[in-house]
């Protein structure tokens, strides 16, 4: 079992920039590839970006490429997502995920654990 607290979050104007922490329980988070994804109002939970087990290797959604950095600290247990020049269409709430497996998915079908989300609030 693995449990993910999300921290960071926040009203942010745009181009402004956040980061967001998601803390893991467990011994093997090291084990697990780690993503993040975004829920708008009324819209689906969408793929953001994912991590490797060891850092590694990283993937970004095209609407964040360049802007968003994912990183992780595996003696901390902890995942980052790093959001520079924001835009008014990030606004969301941020889910961190875990993955049993080295490596990421894009698909959040794929992610076993979940944590409970913070809201990212980017204004124009």
């Known amino acids: 079992q693995v449990q993910l607290v999300e921290s960071g979050g926040g009203l942010v104007q745009a181009g402004g920039s956040l980061r967001l922490s998601c803390a893991a329980s467990?011994?093997?988070?090291?084990?697990?590839?780690m993503g993040w994804f975004r829920q708008a109002p009324g819209k689906e939970r969408e793929f953001v970006a994912a991590i490797s087990w060891g850092g590694g290797s990283t993937y970004y959604a095209d609407s964040v490429k360049g802007r968003f950095t994912i990183s992780r600290e595996n003696a901390k247990n902890t995942v980052y997502l790093q959001m520079n020049t924001l835009k008014p269409e990030d606004t969301a709430v941020y889910y961190c995920a875990a993955r049993s497996s080295f490596y990421y998915s894009t698909s959040q079908r794929e992610y076993n654990y979940w944590g409970q989300g913070t809201q990212v609030t980017v204004s124009s």
């Open positions: 467990g011994r093997t988070f090291s084990s697990y590839a």
